[in-house]
């Protein structure tokens, strides 16, 4: 990296958060991206999928219309969760919901985006498994397997290496080196935020997923508040989400 891009990321201060649904940012970093908005970050959600598989489990139309309806609402309950959380924006690559896998072409489109938007940090989903009771639902789901693969492929080197994808440079997107990335639900967490003054951004943003938790809200909040106590405990702070940190050096 050269001074003139240390500089610009100084000045910017930009993160992206890549993530397969809307809500699952929420879950897994919502308190983190509202500490950072707060400090005068700009963050970007990127949701790889349209949404449009997130439809009640035993729906009997699950056509076209469905899956168009299902997927706008999604979408607009994202953008509302983004307004809470204090985000720039939200953007969506509209992959098939279900259907994700760790391809060349998603990886390009995500170093496009990273070229174009030219974050610092970048937070995505673990490629890996975790064999514990907890959470083990979400962090098994195969597109967000796939999307941490991808984002992790994508990272480094192509970013900051012009001869990857050299079609991006013909877009004019010029390379761009990324500093950190946070991985959501690693097998190996290293690195603690304190949530504990936005705890409840992380809950109403959560809230703003009707379609998808219902009127569970108040049980989920009590989940969510034992669980970020639970891992602030081990780090001296009232609450807290954890992630794997890498520095590209």
Not at 2 to 29: I, K, L, N, S, T
Not at 140 to 156: K, S
Not at 222 to 230: F, G, H, Y
């Amino acid at each position: 990296m050269d001074q003139a891009q240390e500089q610009e990321q100084v000045e910017r201060q930009v993160a992206m958060v890549f993530v397969a649904h809307p809500d699952d940012a929420e879950f897994g970093c919502g308190g983190t991206v509202a500490v950072w908005a707060r400090q005068g970050w700009d963050v970007y959600y990127v949701i790889v999928t349209d949404g449009s598989a997130g439809g009640p489990d035993d729906a009997t139309d699950v056509g076209p219309e469905a899956r168009r309806r299902i997927s706008e609402t999604r979408k607009a309950e994202q953008r509302a969760a983004g307004e809470i959380l204090g985000l720039a924006d939200v953007l969506f690559l509209d992959y098939p919901d279900g259907r994700v896998e760790p391809t060349l072409e998603l990886r390009r489109d995500i170093v496009r985006l990273i070229r174009q938007y030219r974050p610092s940090r970048v937070v995505c989903q673990s490629p890996e498994r975790v064999w514990t009771p907890e959470y083990h639902v979400r962090r098994h789901h195969p597109d967000h397997l796939a999307v941490g693969a991808a984002v992790l492929a994508a990272v480094y080197p192509a970013p900051q290496n012009a001869w990857d994808f050299p079609e991006l440079l013909a877009e004019g997107l010029r390379p761009h080196k990324v500093s950190e990335i946070y991985v959501i639900g690693a097998p190996v967490l290293n690195h603690a935020v304190d949530i504990s003054e936005t705890i409840e951004l992380k809950i109403a943003a959560l809230a703003a997923h009707r379609s998808q938790l219902g009127d569970n809200i108040d049980q989920l909040a009590r989940m969510v508040r034992t669980w970020s106590a639970d891992r602030g405990a081990r780090h001296g702070m009232a609450h807290a989400e954890e992630f794997h940190r890498i520095v590209n050096w």
